[in-house]
């Protein structure tokens, strides 16, 4: 139980890294590697399937 609950929160802590990071790129960056500023969410939950 203590176990899931440490992997739910870090889970949730890598997730909004992940949305910070590709947020502070332009929309140029973005399109660069292939995304919309839309597509973040998705890219950071791992679920994006481009």
Known sequence: MLLSLIRMI???RD???NVSEL???SDRELTDI????SDIPRVAAGTYKG
Do not use: M, W
Not at 34 to 37: A, E, S, T
């Open 23 to 25: 947020s502070q790129l």
């Open 34 to 37: 292939g995304l919309d500023r």
């Open 15 to 17: 997730y909004h890294r």
């Open 10 to 12: 870090q889970a949730f």
